[in-house]
T-cell receptor, first 114, second 116 residues
Framework: AQSVAQPEDQVNVAEGNPLTVKCTYSVSGNPYLFWYVQYPNRGLQFLLK??????LVKGSYGFEAEFNKSQTSFHLKKPSALVSDSALYFCAVRDSNRDDKIIFGKGTRLHILP | SAVISQKPSRDICQRGTSLTIQCQVDSQVTMMFWYRQQPGQSLTLIATANQGSEATYESGFVIDKFPISRPNLTFSTLTVSNMSPEDSSIYLC?????????????FGPGTRLTVL
């Protein structure tokens, strides 16, 4: 089955510093990868996706993600973190073995320190 | 993007009772999904709500516990039956974006359920 792994439960970054939230994937065939963010007491918001094409994908709120086929990674990045970026981040993949349903990683809690 | 609303936004229920959660979308969509997010956990797909036919449940979820209705292309309900404290979770409704099967899903704001 297709899956994604988020190796870090929590990431702490000082405000203004670059941030990276890690995600690795395991898929057969073409990977369809996503990042979502969940702010406290709110639903999930879509940030960005990789379907095909350019390996650097730009998304909402200044976030971007780099698709790396050789390392099977899809890390989320932002050049300069804001305190308001503090939230729970989920990496996800479409599972072609399960009727293309979206499967989520366990999530990484990002804390931006003022 | 689709705008999704859920009712109620939160509820506190007694053990043994049932709660029905409503999901309304502002446009017609083919695929609607129900997820559960237990405290501190990721999202787990409960079922796909099919319009005009029975819902398709994921492994570990059954119709008797989580009956689902999908009367039209903009509305669905999920009932959590005979609740126990283990059912305390956030329940989220989701739809596929209308632009293709390999694109993103949109999520409602969730229903936070606490079972005492």
């Amino acid at each position: 089955a297709q899956s994604v792994a988020q190796p870090e439960d929590q990431v702490n970054v000082a405000e203004g510093n670059p941030l990276t939230v890690k995600c690795t994937y395991s898929v057969s065939g073409n990977p369809y990868l996503f990042w979502y963010v969940q702010y406290p007491n709110r639903g999930l918001q879509f940030l960005l996706k990789y379907i095909t094409g350019d390996n650097l994908v730009k998304g909402s709120y200044g976030f971007e993600a780099e698709f790396n086929k050789s390392q099977t990674s899809f890390h989320l990045k932002k050049p300069s973190a804001l305190v308001s970026d503090s939230a729970l981040y989920f990496c996800a993949v479409r599972d072609s073995n399960r009727d293309d349903k979206i499967i989520f990683g366990k999530g990484t809690r990002l804390h931006i320190l003022p | 993007s689709a705008v999704i609303s859920q009712k109620p936004s939160r509820d506190i229920c007694q053990r043994g009772t049932s709660l029905t959660i409503q999901c309304q979308v502002d446009s017609q969509v083919t695929m609607m999904f129900w997820y559960r997010q237990q405290p501190g956990q990721s999202l787990t797909l409960i079922a796909t709500a099919n319009q005009g036919s029975e819902a398709t449940y994921e492994s570990g979820f059954v119709i008797d516990k989580f009956p689902i209705s999908r009367p039209n292309l903009t509305f669905s309900t999920l009932t959590v039956s005979n609740m126990s404290p283990e059912d305390s979770s956030i329940y989220l409704c989701s739809v596929d974006s209308t632009s293709g099967s390999y694109n993103e899903q949109f999520f409602g704001p969730g229903t936070r359920l606490t079972v005492l």
